[in-house]
C-alpha cells in the first residue's frame, strides 16, 4: 500500500509547466511539515540551528495542479493526499541523483485569501469549483469569529 497523508506550509510559490506532447499541466512545490517534537526538543534542534520541519516535494497533474499554480502561494497551509514515487536520473556532471516525490492525487487548500484575519469570509477570495469532476476540493477551513458558541450543534 503507498499512501500519503501530509498537512504543510508551501515553502516556495508552486512551479507550473506544461508537457511538450499533450500540453498536461503539471505542478511542484515544497512543503514543510513540523516534526512532532516536544517543546524542549524543539528549543534544542533550532539552538543548534536543525531542522525541527521536513521538507517535502509535491507534484500535482492537470487541472488540480493549475488551480494549486493559481491559488497556492509560499507560507498557505495546505493537505495533501497522494503516493510516494522515486526516481533517479543522471545529472550534468555524471553522478546518479536520486529522488522521492508525493504524487497528489487530492489537495485541499486550508488558507485563503490574502492572508489578513478580518474574520469576513465574504473578504476571502475563493477560486470557482470545477465541473464537479473531483479534481479541485474547495473546502476550506477558516475560523470566523462572529460564531456563537450556542450556534454549533454540538
Avoid at 16 to 28: E, H, I, Q
Avoid at 82 to 99: E, H, L, P, V
Wanted: charged content about 25%; aromatic content about 8%.
Amino acid at each position: 500500500m503507498n499512501s500519503v497523508v501530509l498537512i504543510g506550509r508551501l515553502v516556495r510559490d508552486p512551479e507550473l509547466r506544461f508537457l511538450p506532447n499533450g500540453g498536461t499541466a503539471v505542478a511542484s512545490f515544497s512543503i514543510a511539515v513540523d516534526k512532532q517534537l516536544s517543546r524542549d526538543k524543539k528549543q534544542e534542534m533550532e539552538s543548534k540551528g536543525q531542522p525541527t520541519a521536513d521538507f517535502i516535494n509535491i507534484v500535482v497533474w492537470g487541472k488540480q495542479g493549475e488551480n494549486c499554480a493559481n491559488y497556492l502561494k509560499k507560507g498557505r497551509n495546505v493537505a495533501i493526499q497522494g503516493r510516494i514515487q522515486t526516481g533517479s536520473y543522471t545529472a550534468a556532471d555524471g553522478n546518479k541523483r536520486y529522488t522521492t516525490d508525493v504524487v497528489a492525487e487530492r489537495v485541499q487548500f486550508i488558507d485563503w485569501g490574502d492572508g489578513a484575519s478580518s474574520g469576513n469570509p465574504s473578504a476571502v477570495s475563493r477560486p470557482q469549483q470545477s465541473n464537479n469532476s473531483g479534481d479541485f476540493n474547495t473546502e476550506g477551513f477558516h475560523l470566523d469569529d462572529s460564531i456563537d458558541d450556542e450556534d454549533i450543534p454540538f
